[in-house]
């Protein structure tokens, strides 16, 4: 199906965020995430990972390196990359593309 309607798609609550949005293909993810709170400790995965924020601001570290993100800004997170994620205002949203998918690795 090459067209989506995210007023169709269910959304999935999950501790500290919900997914808005999830769209799989073949080679890559889409999703659409308000978060409110983070992961503690950070996390790797054999994904390529790009992240562009919606709303709210975050710290994003990606192995030594540590950015403070807002509206309108991508990270790139290259696989088996380190990275974490310490949000900087009480929510934030943004659209999450993975490839391979998530799905694809068994996360």
Known sequence: ????????????????????????????????????????????HLNEQMIY???????????????IVGPGEVVHVPPNLHHELELLTPTIRYVEIFSPPLAAEGK
């Open 1 to 44: 199906m090459p067209f989506y309607d995210p007023e169709e798609i269910e959304a999935q609550e999950m501790p500290g965020r919900k997914r808005e949005m999830v769209v799989v293909g073949k080679n890559l993810q889409l999703m659409l995430i308000e978060r409110h709170q983070a992961s503690a400790g950070g996390h790797s």
């Open 53 to 67: 924020l919606l709303e709210g601001k975050a710290r994003f570290r990606l192995g030594d390196e540590e950015r």
